[in-house]
């Protein structure tokens, strides 16, 4: 019964093929705008509406971290570093603080690293507590708001709650000092403690300059039907199993390991780049935490992103149609992968990857160096942008206090 179903199954993607390539040959465009707002604000220049003051802070909290670990300028989590590289020579700097729409506050929370290349956030409350202390001490911009008009960075797997497993997160709930602030994050959960209303959702940092170069010839044919590679079991940290992406990576490798429509492994090829390039669907399911490189990648090579990872909030979804160019799949779906994938019908796999084949979609996804006009630097202003003028409600009253600054664990107080 299972040969015929894969059987039957295989027929179906056969016809499919068939049917994408009668539709391109009739097909005039290669690419297609996002129509609506979405294109609007993806297309936007913050450049003239928001002016940015950079605190300077003693190198022990960005440049020596650095010096240390170079690794952290090709971590997932290196936002944090080209955002403030960014903004030393943008335009939209001030040096006058009292001119600034927004504060930043540059620390690097996240480059602290195994010699496996994982991060160990254990220090970074403690640190990120510092700089506040800091800042706070020496302008008066932080006490005038207790943060309401400044920004961070916090590209950790649970933001500010600092901490790699979810549970632990949860526990722990965002640095009480950085309640005020705008958070600027990679992670984003609806209905969940470590992602407060008014964050901005931002996409994983990927190197660029690495992907441009396994870029292929783009009529070279998409004949890998779904790809995947990374871990389905986290055995180290999750023996037992069932916890570690909630089950679901767990899933598609026992209902999909051998299924001949999936490309499927824990190997990661030197082809790993070509192959995305190559294939029609790329499965992004979540792992310890709902969001991976592997969508960023996905959109890069024209891959269509297979979501798995139920109420995820998507890097700047008020300016990229995530619906439109991707395929959501709950989590309790996963068994029936391949029935959702192959029932999409082949002018709306053409339409998404048109949409994904739009340039300023992948420039939104990269933080490049030198920075480029619509990239995810300037995304993350325009999101910025977007929040002015501050209420006059965020400004307190002289000697008014709102943050607890002995709240939270006892050891996120110890000094750093």
């Not at 299972?2 to 097909?27: C, P, S, T, V």
């Not at 961070?152 to 965002?174: L, M, N, T």
């Not at 960023?296 to 700047?316: H, M, N």
Request: aromatic letters at 12%; one cysteine or more.
């Amino acid at each position: 019964m299972r040969n015929l179903r894969l059987g039957f199954l295989l027929l179906l993607y056969f016809a499919f093929l068939l049917g994408i390539e009668a539709l391109k040959f009739h097909r005039t465009e290669r690419t297609e705008r996002i129509s609506g707002s979405a294109g609007d604000v993806l297309e936007d220049d913050p450049v003239g509406r928001l002016k940015v003051f950079v605190y300077e802070l003693p190198s022990k909290y960005n440049k020596k971290i650095l010096q240390k670990d170079p690794r952290c300028l090709s971590h997932m989590f290196a936002a944090e570093i080209y955002m403030h590289r960014f903004l030393l020579s943008s335009p939209v700097r001030t040096l006058n603080p009292g001119e600034a729409d927004w504060f930043y506050t540059p620390v690097y929370t996240t480059c602290d690293l195994t010699p496996n290349g994982l991060p160990l956030p254990f220090k970074s409350p403690r640190m990120m507590r510092s700089a506040i202390q800091l800042i706070a001490s020496n302008w008066p911009y932080w006490n005038r708001t207790e943060g309401a008009d400044h920004f961070f960075i916090v590209p950790h797997d649970f933001a500010a709650c600092f901490h790699y497993q979810e549970e632990k997160a949860i526990g722990r709930g965002i640095l009480p000092l950085l309640q005020r602030a705008t958070l600027v994050q990679t992670f984003g959960q609806r209905n969940h403690v470590c992602l407060k209303d008014g964050s901005i959702t931002i996409p994983p940092y990927a190197p660029p300059q690495k992907m441009q170069s396994h870029f292929i010839p783009p009529d070279i044919p998409r004949s890998i039907f779904v790809y995947f590679r990374g871990l389905f079991y986290d055995v180290g940290n999750d023996p037992e199993g069932g916890y570690y992406a909630r089950g679901a990576r767990a899933a598609v490798w026992e209902n999909f390991k051998d299924n001949p429509l999936f490309d499927i492994s824990t190997e990661h090829p030197t082809t790993y780049y070509e192959d995305m390039q190559r294939a029609i669907f790329c499965l992004c399911p979540l792992g310890w935490a709902p969001w991976s490189p592997r969508l960023v990648e996905a959109v890069i090579f024209g891959c269509i992103p297979v979501i798995i990872a139920d109420d995820i909030v998507l890097p700047f979804a008020d300016a990229i149609p995530w619906e439109e160019i991707g395929v959501f799949v709950d989590e309790k779906d996963v068994p029936n992968l391949d029935t959702i994938l192959t029932s999409i019908p082949p002018e709306e796999i053409l339409r998404k990857q048109r949409l994904l084949a739009n340039p300023s979609m992948k420039q939104a996804m990269l933080f490049p160096q030198p920075a480029q006009p619509g990239d995810a630097f300037h995304q993350i202003l325009n999101g910025l942008a977007r929040k002015l003028p501050h209420d006059r409600s965020v400004y307190l009253s002289p000697g008014e206090k709102i943050l607890n600054w002995t709240a939270g664990p006892i050891g996120d107080l110890k000094p750093w």
